[in-house]
């Protein structure tokens, strides 16, 4: 639509008119969604409205480190149908990939664990996977860590859950659980990027609703002279509460916005030859 279309040029604008202008990306569930895999929130469709059947007393009990404890089969149960090898990346992967290609990729924060940066060829020195991943596991009770495998081979239908093999203790992925603390590694990208942030640069935030923090707080610390922009289907977080003049918002689908920006860029083609592969 015409607002949608707005908003798109004055994205491309900010990076066509600039050859040193680069982005960082802040996303979420949202961009995962096309691919097959459900977001947190969504009303009906979304994952905390659908784990009843995993008897939870309450839905964010899955990601709960208490609750696992007594009861890791939720979790167990959520981490097959999450587990990477079980989807493609989306055209917005795929579009953040050729954001790198063109050396106008900063940063890709994500809040997703199911790890299609990675298989979109996001490189590790620009991707901050700031909930953690699958790739690595530890005992919870004393810290021992375990390889991939280790966990992965506990999802086959009838298997006990993985226990550390010294204390006995469950072996969870290295993904942030309510109440852990996010990787180190998040904080001091993100000190040393709020620090270097000029006005080159545009954050561009995608497919969250901005409701878990510290995360959702990024936004919000993103320096006034540097533009901000909200790709998604409704208005969230600081983009609602605390708008700022210079804010772009594009209201709808990632997809469509991958599509329509790479058009706008000049990088269809080499969108599409990405998806296609
Ligand atoms: P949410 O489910 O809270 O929010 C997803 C947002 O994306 C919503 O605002 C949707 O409207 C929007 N959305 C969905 N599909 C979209 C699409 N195709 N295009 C544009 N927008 C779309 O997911 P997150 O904000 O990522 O923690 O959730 C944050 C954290 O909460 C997650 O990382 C998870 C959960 O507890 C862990 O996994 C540890
Ligand atoms: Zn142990």
């Not at 009990?61 to 007594?70: E, H, K, L, S």
């Not at 509460?241 to 083609?269: H, M, N, Q, Y």
Request: proline share 5%.
């Amino acid at each position: 639509n015409e607002e949608q279309a707005v908003s798109i040029g004055q994205i491309a604008k900010l990076i066509k008119s600039n050859s040193k202008a680069k982005v960082i990306f802040l996303v979420g569930a949202g961009i995962s969604t096309p691919c097959g895999i459900p977001d947190f929130r969504s009303p009906g469709t979304g994952l905390y409205d659908n784990l009843a059947k995993l008897n939870l007393p309450y839905a964010e009990a899955v990601f709960d480190i208490d609750f696992f404890q007594g009861n890791p089969q939720p979790f167990y149960t959520l981490a097959k149908e999450l587990y990477p090898g079980n989807y493609e990346p989306s055209k917005f992967h795929h579009l953040m990939r050729v954001f790198q290609d063109k050396n106008r990729l900063h940063r890709v924060y994500t809040q997703n664990i199911d790890t299609l940066e990675r298989c979109a060829g996001i490189l590790g020195d620009r991707l901050v996977e700031a909930h953690g991943s699958f790739a690595r596991n530890h005992c919870i009770d004393c810290r021992k860590e375990y390889p991939q495998e280790y966990f992965k081979d506990s999802m086959a239908e009838g298997k006990e859950f993985a226990r550390c093999a010294v204390c006995k203790g469950l072996i969870k992925p290295q993904i942030v659980f309510f109440g852990e603390n996010l990787p180190s590694r998040f904080f001091s990208m993100w000190d040393n990027d709020v620090k270097t942030l000029n006005e080159d640069n545009i954050v561009i935030v995608v497919g969250t609703s901005l409701a878990v923090y510290p995360f959702a707080s990024l936004p919000a610390e993103v320096p006034r002279k540097v533009n901000r922009a909200l790709i998604n289907l409704q208005k969230v977080g600081d983009f609602k509460t605390k708008p700022r003049k210079s804010d772009i918002i594009f209201k709808g689908s990632s997809e469509v916005a991958a599509e329509e920006l790479a058009k706008e860029l000049g990088w269809s083609e080499e969108l599409v030859t990405l998806v296609d592969s």
